[in-house]
């Protein structure tokens, strides 16, 4: 990345990360027939019925990997429970974490959101240890390899690493 970002925030911490292709269901990219429209939408009207409103968002993740870096969830922004969303899958608990994904190319700062469907309580789509999905506003010229910035609070979650 060109020049060195600082915090915006006290008590920010950063990761670096590499966009890498998902698994399609967030976005219904991958044409499951249980989530035409993907699991996103699906699942926003339970949150915002919770308090938590995704419109303003992009329907999809970005799957960012943040090898080396690992990170530790501490408080989040948001937690649901028991969210039984589809009637193909079990109830599930989601944590939501806020956060900034820095996009270099456009020199964006975009706020968003480190969404975590709790792996004790989701059935398929694991995801290896070192990706994060991020709930975030459109970005206009991104692909996949692209390097971008993740920072949060630490309070919120703990970024280890290089």
């Known amino acids: ?28 990219k991958n044409f499951d027939s249980r989530f035409p429209h993907g699991t ?10 919770r308090g938590l409103d995704l419109s303003h968002y992009f329907n999809g ?8 870096f690992k990170f530790h ?21 989601f944590s939501f974490f ?22 004790s309580t989701k059935p398929e789509f694991t995801q290896s240890e070192s990706i994060v999905e991020i709930i975030a506003p459109k ?3 991104i692909k996949y390899g692209d390097k971008l910035r993740l920072s949060a609070q630490t309070n919120e979650i703990l970024f280890i690493g290089k």
């Open 40 to 49: 996103l939408a699906m699942q926003a009207p339970f949150f915002k019925e």
């Open 98 to 119: 806020n956060c900034v994904v820095h996009h270099e190319p456009e020199m964006s700062l975009l706020h968003s959101l480190l969404y975590w469907p709790h792996p």
């Open 1 to 28: 990345m060109r020049g060195k970002l600082k915090p915006i925030l006290p008590d920010e911490n950063f990761a670096n990360a590499t966009l890498t292709r998902g698994h399609g269901v967030a976005s219904g």
């Open 61 to 68: 993740t970005l799957d960012l990997n943040l090898f080396p």
């Open 73 to 93: 969830f501490k408080n989040p922004a948001h937690y649901f429970s028991g969210i039984k969303w589809s009637e193909h899958l079990p109830a599930e608990n």
């Open 139 to 141: 970005i206009g010229d």
